[in-house]
């Protein structure tokens, strides 16, 4: 299989993303050109270290390159200040240069928080991504947000600080957890539901083989999803208007994620999932689509074996009024109105504000049954 390309134009910050199967060993041979001294810190975690770390060390000492890595704990309460502080320190340690790269190498925790790391040390470090999930490969890596949670919510405290190379390694992918395949998938369908009705056809005859293991199915779905986020970012790098197309089913999901407590009861991807599938039927019922359309969506997510419903979420939610107020305090939130994705059909996403609270409310409650 080759090693595919997807660039990112967006003049002095623009980088490709390349997509294929063992990039991670050939990281050595593809970050070389980037560097102005054989030296790069890696910044990753413990399951993805203890995975994978080897093979990082070898493409780069392949190509002499000197590798300083810091590992840190795995999940979410990693992206928070005090990992920033300490990410920050190890890298001045190190005496990271202006010029120096710095490599995230993990999922989206860790691609956000090094990515903020970079931004902010020394007014801005150029820095590789090297994403290891399928959420991050799709997603989180591509198009420069990073951040880290405050106790007021997630993704609260950031920049946009674009990456100077992605490598997305799909064989990567086979590591992963059922679940957290499945949940990266979530962020896949997205794309199709947003903005390319072909391409959700595409995944509703591929999907299962692509989950069961089919690698260049794999790195299609990764290029077609790459390239549709790279379209957007270029219209609309710092999300003034159509970014926000990305967010489809994110307001659903950010109320259910918030009442599940950030915990493993719920994915984000599997929450932007089931958030898609009430966007759609939200859509259905404010007559915008066809009642077909969110039958299809939930037909798929069933299909692939996802969560579909907010039954399908272990333990009691809060009623729908709670889940609307949560959704009430989403940063997307503008002059107290709450934006929506909705759409006219699969694949013609729109951003509104102009949605009646009461069906929102009604499908939720729905949902719940
Ligand atoms: N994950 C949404 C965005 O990058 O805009």
Sequence with gaps: MTIETVHVPL???AYNVRIGAGLVTEAGAQIAPLLRRPKVCVVSEENVAALHLGALRDGLARQGIEVEVLILPVG???????YL??????LLEQKVERSDVIVAFG??????LVGFAAAVLRRGVRFVQIPTSLL??????????????SAQGKNLIGAFHQPALVLADVDILGTLQPRDFLAG?????????????????????NGPALAAG???????AVKHSVQMKADIVVRDETEQGDRALLNLGHTFCHALEAATGYSDRLLHGEGVAIGCALAFETSARLGLCSQEDPSRVRAHLSQMGMKVDLRDIDGTLPSSAALLGLMGQDKKVV???????????IGQAFVTSDVALDVVQSVLDDAAR
């Design 11 to 13: 003049g002095d910050r």
């Design 76 to 82: 979410e309460g990693t992206k928070s200040w005090p």
């Design 85 to 90: 502080t300490q990410t920050v320190e190890w």
């Design 107 to 112: 999922g989206g925790v860790i691609g956000d």
């Design 136 to 149: 991050a490969q799709v997603d989180s890596s591509v198009g420069g947000k990073t951040g880290i949670n």
């Design 185 to 205: 998938y979530g962020e896949v369908v997205k794309y199709g539901l947003l903005g390319d009705a072909t391409f959700f056809d595409w995944l509703e005859e």
């Design 214 to 220: 089919d690698t260049a199915l794999r790195q299609q």
């Design 335 to 345: 002059d107290g109105q709450i934006r929506f994705i909705m759409a006219r059909g």
